[in-house]
T-cell receptor
Framework: AQSVTQLDSHVSVSEGTPVLLRCNYS??????LFWYVQHPNKGLQLLLK??????LVKGINGFEAEFKKSETSFHLTKPSAHMSDAAEYFC????????????FGAGTRLAVHP | ETGVTQSPTHLIKTRGQQVTLRCSSQ?????VSWYQQALGQGPQFIFQ???????GRGNFPPRFSGLQFPNYSSELNVNALELDDSALYLC??????????????FGPGTRLTVT
């Protein structure tokens, strides 16, 4: 069965410093992976997705993620944090059992300090 | 192009009651998925509807049921509400015409509180 583990429940950074949100996945075959962001009282927004093309995936708002099969990781990074990046981030794997069910990690809350 | 909308925004119900949540999918999308997000947790898949038929179901009891209408809008019904049903309910629409994994677009959610 597929699953994702987000290694940090909370991450705190200063504005202008790099962001690293860590995610490991478990899958018996080549997975489809996503990062979603959820701002307070808002729905989920897709940041980026990996679909077995390029291993380095660029998303919106300057975020990117690298798929590393040898490490079963899909970490999310951003070179310079902005105050507006403060939100909950979810690493997600798609269950390709015919209906594209999304399996979410527990989430990482990112705090950005001035 | 309109996004995914959900109604109501907030809802308070009493244990044992029944509730209906509604979702309008994004224009052109024929697939709707429902997720439950308990406080402090990631969303959990409830079920998915494709062309008015249930297409897959997560680990939720039968008192969670749904419908999809010809215009692809959807309802989530929960009978015999329990306190643990208090959560944010998210609807996501998609169009599986471009090959998996196709993107799911989420609505803002309905916050259900059961007292």
């Amino acid at each position: 069965a597929q699953s994702v583990t987000q290694l940090d429940s909370h991450v705190s950074v200063s504005e202008g410093t790099p962001v690293l949100l860590r995610c490991n996945y478990s899958s018996s075959y080549s997975p489809s992976l996503f990062w979603y962001v959820q701002h307070p009282n808002k729905g989920l927004q897709l940041l980026l997705k990996y679909t077995s093309a390029a291993t380095l995936v660029k998303g919106i708002n300057g975020f990117e993620a690298e798929f590393k099969k040898s490490e079963t990781s899909f970490h999310l990074t951003k070179p310079s944090a902005h105050m507006s990046d403060a939100a909950e981030y979810f690493c997600v794997v798609s269950d390709s059992g015919g209906y594209n069910k999304l399996i979410f990690g527990a989430g990482t809350r990112l705090a950005v300090h001035p | 192009e309109t996004g995914v909308t959900q109604s109501p925004t907030h809802l308070i119900k009493t244990r044992g009651q029944q509730v209906t949540l509604r979702c309008s999918s994004q224009s052109g999308h024929n697939t709707v998925s429902w997720y439950q997000q308990a406080l402090g947790q990631g969303p959990q898949f409830i079920f998915q509807y494709y062309r008015e038929e249930e297409n897959g179901r997560g680990n939720f009891p039968p008192r969670f049921s749904g419908l999809q209408f010809p215009n692809y809008s959807s309802e989530l019904n929960v009978n015999a509400l329990e306190l643990d049903d208090s959560a944010l309910y998210l609807c996501a629409s998609s169009f599986p015409g471009t090959g998996a994994p196709y993107e799911q677009y989420f609505g803002p959610g309905t916050r259900l509180t059961v007292t």
